[in-house]
């Protein structure tokens, strides 16, 4: 079968200076791509700026042949952004919202500025660019869009409640933006990464750290962006070479009430605490049909007495 490319196609990598994003800016360039290489080039805590890290990006793919530019905005200025790709290749076809900062703290000690901030470049920033990239993806029904999560959201870490929040509101926003950009060819997944960078040197240990190669987690994100792919709505985890859809699932759960005109009391949930928490016959619903739908059903049994 014939390698997957990318030519014609305009990828705009935010915080592509480093770590994870750099990785898929090189990959996208080496495939055809032309690559807007944004990244404010702050600290990891996300002071300073500096235009040095986006520079050395795109040096280094124009050094391999390829095609790029740098952009140094934040990503709460996202507009300013997908200009830059338009300005100077005049199109936009993937949008990966990759930048991010770390302001770890426990939960009693976080301060308005450190839940501001992480929120502001995660989740704000993914908003902006992503709703400045929509109308353009809309008028070429075309648009492949990657959110970037962490087990972190989806699991909790001790530290890190802005982080976590931000990063699990990322999976809602994903969720949303799939459904309504559906009909017009625009996906949107979630990559939930792990990988050796400046936010995890001294976080995870120095073995598996150096296992950790973002490069491997690339060709991940780049063949969800690909048009061949028809993934959307999915939350993709990968690390060291693996890969594997996360989602949300729901227990059967218990009727708590045997007939209608029944009430309920806080003893008939402690009786039925046990199956209401089994997930060992938990299913997948698909939408919020799916969900109201299957409480309707619940409904119905209880009405027919089965
Ligand atoms: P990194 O620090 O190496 O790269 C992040 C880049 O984002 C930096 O170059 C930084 O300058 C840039 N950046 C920060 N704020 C910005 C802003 N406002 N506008 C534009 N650029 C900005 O970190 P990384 O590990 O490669 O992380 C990339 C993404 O993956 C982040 O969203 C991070 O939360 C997420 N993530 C990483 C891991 C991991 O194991 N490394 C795990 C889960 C999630």
């Not at 870490?157 to 809602?172: H, M, P, R, T």
């Amino acid at each position: 079968m014939a390698d997957l490319r990318f030519d014609g196609r305009v990828v705009v990598v935010t915080g592509a200076g480093a770590g994870l994003g750099k990785a898929y800016a090189l990959l996208f360039a080496s495939r055809g791509a032309k690559v807007v290489v944004n990244d404010l080039g702050g600290g990891r805590h996300g002071d300073g700026s500096s235009s040095k890290a986006a520079d050395a990006v795109v040096d280094e793919i124009k050094r391999n042949g390829g095609t790029a530019v740098a952009d140094y905005n934040s990503v709460v200025d996202g507009e300013k952004i997908i200009k830059t790709a338009l300005d100077n290749f005049g199109r936009v076809d993937i949008l990966i919202n990759n930048a991010g900062i770390l302001r770890d703290k426990s939960f009693a000690k976080i301060t308005d500025q450190d839940w501001d901030l992480v929120h502001s470049v995660h989740l704000k920033g993914s908003f902006k660019t992503t709703q400045a990239a929509f109308p353009v993806f809309k008028k070429q029904n075309y648009g492949r869009i990657i959110m970037t999560a962490s087990n972190s959201g989806l699991y909790g870490n001790f530290g890190q409640a802005n982080y976590s929040s931000a990063k699990l509101g990322l999976v809602g926003l994903a969720n949303t933006v799939a459904i309504e950009g559906r009909k017009n060819n625009i996906f949107c997944n979630v990559i939930v990464p792990t990988a050796a960078s400046r936010l995890t040197e001294d976080i995870l240990p120095p073995d598996l750290y150096a296992e950790l190669k973002p490069e491997l987690i690339a060709p991940v994100v780049a063949y969800l962006c690909h048009e061949s792919c028809q993934e959307n709505g999915s939350i993709i985890e990968s690390a060291a070479g693996w890969a594997g859809r996360c989602t949300i699932v729901r227990a059967n759960g218990s009727l708590l009430r045997r007939r209608p005109e029944d009430d309920v009391s806080i003893e008939n949930v402690r009786d039925n605490w046990s199956i209401i928490r089994d997930i060992s016959n938990a299913q997948r619903l698909e939408s919020i049909q799916d969900a109201t739908g299957a409480l309707m059903s619940s409904l119905d049994g209880l009405r027919s007495g089965t």
